[in-house]
């Protein structure tokens, strides 16, 4: 292909409202992303109609200042692509909306993206990592290990039974009082702490499986809290995080490296929200290091919700042939399933 691909990708799946532009699905020319934290914090976690009402006030603006600081137009736009689920249906349909309107009216070629295949792309977008190798993906709302054979190509090995690893990260926080979003602050407070202070329990599940679940180390973290209150005991908040984040990350690390292993490769990657922490990140490395095995993860930007990792992922697709009609709706509890 000799004319570059330029994607504007827009992402307004939970909280963030993002808007990028992506040049032949590596270069990130902008990625601009109006963060709704502060306006959930209040609530503990995202409110979902008040998520929706912000993304419609924040989408034209994002939009303008994404074109804006890479000195395009809408004309300089290959393709529009947005992400069409999983996610809360409001905040979906304000960036669907949008982006049809502007394919539409531009005459481009719209691309409906997967949020969890966005998260594993913005691996591609940070030095020169290539397929195959396995995912960890890790958010707010998705824990899957995960096969890449290559671009766009996907086996699931496994994924939670429950809670996702990020919900178990925020619900724990706001157990001990640390607010939201919790795994931030989890990750800075657990500094502080000795992660060897409780045994919290770790989930396996059966011999060989790769799925995962987290409920049990979190309604451990409350019954811990709960015998402290009831005999009086003061609640170390710092040796509680340091020691659930050891259980949760020593899980993550163990069946990632089984699965890169059992597969025979020397490649793993960490995508999503909880990939940006840095007790996963720092477990991680040591392991590969052990094995023989090349640890790729994109900076924190492009961990959490980003639209520069769907204009990379999009690129995939649309030099596949992939194009979605006017008629693309947001699905809510879009399922990754395997691709060959
Ligand atoms: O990928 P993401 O932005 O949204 C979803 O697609 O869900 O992930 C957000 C999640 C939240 O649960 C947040 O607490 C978690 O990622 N997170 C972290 C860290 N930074 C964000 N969890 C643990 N440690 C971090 N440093
Ligand atoms: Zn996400």
């Given at each position: ?54 993304h419609i ?73 290539k ?46 009082g ?101 007790k ?8 590969c ?48 399933s395997?691709?060959?």
């Amino acid at each position: 292909m000799n004319e570059d691909v330029i994607i504007m990708a827009i992402e307004s799946s939970c909280d963030e409202t993002s808007v990028a532009i992506v040049k032949n699905g590596k270069h990130v020319l902008s990625n601009i992303i109006s963060s709704q934290i502060d306006l959930h914090k209040k609530f503990g976690g995202v409110v979902p109609e008040i998520a929706s009402r912000k993304h419609i006030e924040n989408i034209d603006p994002v939009i303008s200042e994404a074109l804006e600081e890479a000195d395009m137009t809408i004309k300089d736009v290959t393709a529009v692509a947005v992400t069409y689920g999983p996610g809360l249906v409001g905040a979906l349909l304000v960036g669907l909306a949008e982006a049809k309107a502007i394919a539409f009216a531009a005459k481009k070629p719209l691309i409906g993206v997967h949020h969890i295949e966005g998260h594993i792309s913005a691996n591609y977008i940070e030095g020169d990592f290539k397929p195959p190798f396995v995912c960890m993906v890790v958010s707010g709302g998705h824990t899957h290990l995960v096969h890449v054979r290559d671009y766009g190509k996907y086996e699931i090995m496994g994924k939670t039974r429950d809670d996702a690893a990020g919900e178990a990260f925020d619900k724990v926080a706001r157990s001990i009082g640390l607010g939201y979003p919790g795994g931030p602050k989890i990750d800075k407070i657990s500094r502080e702490g000795n992660e060897d202070a409780i045994e919290f329990p770790r989930s396996y599940l059966e011999n060989g499986s790769y799925d995962f679940s987290f409920s049990g180390v979190k309604s451990a973290v409350l019954n811990y809290i709960n015998q402290c209150k009831m005999k009086e005991q003061e609640i170390n908040v710092p040796d509680i995080a340091a020691s659930f984040q050891k259980s949760v990350v020593e899980v993550i690390v163990n069946k990632t490296i089984k699965a890169a292993k059992e597969l025979k490769l020397d490649k793993i990657a960490l995508a999503g929200g909880v990939a940006a922490n840095s007790k996963l990140r720092e477990e991680m490395k040591k392991a590969c290091e052990k094995e023989g095995i090349t640890l790729h993860y994109p900076s924190p930007v492009y961990c959490t919700d980003n639209a520069a990792m769907i204009g990379v992922a999009a690129y995939y697709e649309y030099i596949n042939g992939v194009r979605h009609n006017m008629d693309l709706n947001a699905i809510p509890n879009l399922k990754l399933s395997d691709r060959f």
